[in-house]
């Protein structure tokens, strides 16, 4: 293609004509793509670049008469393209990397708390068998079966107030013990969120 013949192919494409501007696509894709692929290195990204250029030429079509060096032209856009697209690509990949790392903190903070619940029920469970036996059994009832105080002085035969003095004192030894478990993970947390 000679120079006469590209003025003549922009200025039809400038007024719309999709044959001319075909065939400036067609003589220019494969330079194209040939200068792009010795920097990307991935066909399907220099591909991406090639039908971005000519999209954007479409799309200000009536700008082509004030290009004088079409391939000259079409090179600084690549180049423009090229270095748009791998800056865009390394700020996916950084927050790829940053989702990453949260996803991975995330795993880590989900296993951290699973670890201060089971150490907090082993914790209580461990509390509850070292009750006296009448104030065990009456939080049992209280807690596990969900009888009322009523209920549960008739089985253990003691007054409805011995039921609730022994469900008070077992719940203030529970108390005790599970505010230095609290304080224990509260450090925990602090140390490692």
Same mark, same amino acid.
């Given at each position: 293609? *000679?120079?006469?013949?590209?003025?003549?192919?922009?200025?039809?494409?400038?007024?719309?004509?999709?044959?001319?501007?075909?065939?400036?696509?067609?003589?220019?894709? *494969?330079?194209?793509?040939?200068?792009?692929?010795?920097?990307?290195?991935?066909?399907?990204?220099?591909?991406?670049? !090639?039908?971005?250029?000519?999209?954007?030429?479409?799309?200000?079509?009536?700008?082509?008469?004030?290009?004088?060096?079409?391939?000259?032209?079409?090179?600084?856009?690549?180049?423009?393209?090229?270095?748009?697209?791998?800056?865009?690509?390394?700020?996916?990949?950084?927050?790829?990397? !940053?989702?990453?790392?949260?996803?991975?903190?995330?795993?880590?903070?989900?296993?951290? !708390?699973?670890?201060?619940?089971?150490?907090?029920?082993?914790?209580?469970?461990?509390?509850?068998?070292?009750?006296?036996?009448?104030?065990?059994?009456?939080?049992?009832?209280?807690?596990?079966? *969900?009888?009322?105080?009523?209920?549960?002085?008739?089985?253990?035969?003691?007054?409805?107030?011995?039921?609730? *003095?022994?469900?008070?004192?077992?719940?203030?030894?529970?108390?005790?013990?599970?505010?230095?478990?609290?304080?224990?993970?509260?450090?925990?947390?602090?140390?490692?969120?």
């Amino acid at each position: 293609m *000679n120079l006469y013949n590209e003025k003549i192919l922009l200025e039809r494409s400038s007024r719309g004509d999709e044959e001319a501007f075909g065939q400036l696509f067609r003589h220019h894709k *494969n330079r194209l793509y040939s200068f792009l692929l010795r920097f990307s290195q991935s066909p399907e990204v220099v591909e991406d670049i !090639v039908q971005d250029i000519f999209l954007k030429l479409w799309l200000n079509k009536e700008q082509l008469t004030s290009i004088e060096n079409l391939d000259a032209y079409l090179i600084t856009l690549s180049k423009n393209q090229l270095i748009n697209t791998i800056r865009r690509r390394a700020k996916e990949s950084d927050i790829l990397t !940053v989702l990453g790392r949260e996803g991975q903190r995330h795993e880590m903070n989900n296993a951290t !708390v699973n670890l201060a619940l089971t150490e907090t029920k082993e914790q209580l469970s461990a509390t509850i068998e070292k009750l006296p036996h009448q104030q065990k059994v009456a939080f049992y009832l209280s807690r596990q079966a *969900n009888l009322k105080h009523e209920e549960i002085a008739s089985l253990m035969q003691i007054s409805k107030n011995t039921v609730r *003095n022994h469900i008070i004192q077992a719940m203030r030894t529970l108390k005790k013990s599970l505010t230095s478990l609290l304080v224990s993970v509260a450090i925990h947390f602090f140390i490692f969120f």
